[in-house]
């Protein structure tokens, strides 16, 4: 696991901001010919080091577009999966109580990773899941650089809570396992934190994009893609 090399350049995830930029301009930002929300609960998951203010701008767009999205209430994405799992249970619990709607999951990075797993463990609270640069496939294998704050990371996890990374195997098992609802991975091959490959499993519908890892959440390419997915009822009641 863990394997990428050569590994790219970070500093072309500076492209955000020109992300950024094109996506404020582009018409699907606007709403343009975007299907109405309706209502539809969406749940934004934030990827590794990050928190929920990395999804604010798809948040407020999808509040536009008619959705009712809901921040994970992730403060810092660095504690087990496991760990981290246990609260977004109950966040997507109650937002499916309170709209009566079953939830698409969008994470981004981790974040999806994450998404996965609890569609995993609640498929009949979950419509759909996407993720963003998310390594289903190897979640190992990214960026050396980040690869050294995910060890840093486990140190953070083994002072705070006592226990080993084995923790974690039942996460990895479901993980790996077939997903239990539709889920689609949405990748770059310039992906500059994850390797693009780890994103790509045969079990899982995935759709290439071009821009950089940390402007996924950012890319106007994605936003159409969340315009055409997003109002779909993919599962039968």
Not at 76 to 103: C, K, W
Request: glycine share 8%.
């Amino acid at each position: 696991m863990g394997r990428w090399w050569p590994a790219p350049p970070m500093w072309l995830e500076g492209r955000m901001y020109l992300e950024w930029l094109r996506l404020i301009r582009d018409p699907v930002f606007r709403g343009d010919e975007v299907p109405p929300g309706l209502g539809r609960p969406v749940l934004l998951v934030p990827g590794f080091l990050a928190g929920d203010w990395t999804l604010r701008t798809p948040y407020d767009w999808l509040k536009r577009m008619g959705y009712r999205p809901r921040m994970a209430g992730v403060a810092f994405n660095v504690m087990y999966s496991e760990v981290m799992l246990r609260p977004l249970i109950d966040t997507l619990t109650a937002l499916h109580r309170r709209t009566g709607a079953r939830v698409s999951l969008v994470g981004h990075s981790r974040g999806g990773v994450l998404a996965k797993v609890l569609a995993h463990r609640r498929p009949d609270l979950v419509e759909q899941v996407i993720t963003l640069g998310s390594p289903l496939k190897d979640p190992f294998d990214v960026h050396p650089i980040t690869m050294a704050g995910v060890h840093a990371a486990h140190v953070y996890n083994l002072m705070r809570y006592g226990h080993p990374a084995s923790v974690e195997m039942r996460f990895l098992r479901d993980l790996a396992a077939p997903p239990r609802v539709p889920t689609t991975s949405i990748y770059s091959r310039s992906d500059g934190v994850v390797n693009w490959h780890a994103c790509l499993r045969p079990d899982i519908n995935a759709i290439e994009v071009n821009g950089s890892h940390v402007g996924l959440s950012l890319n106007p390419e994605v936003y159409r893609i969340l315009s055409y997915l997003l109002p779909a009822p993919w599962r039968h009641r």
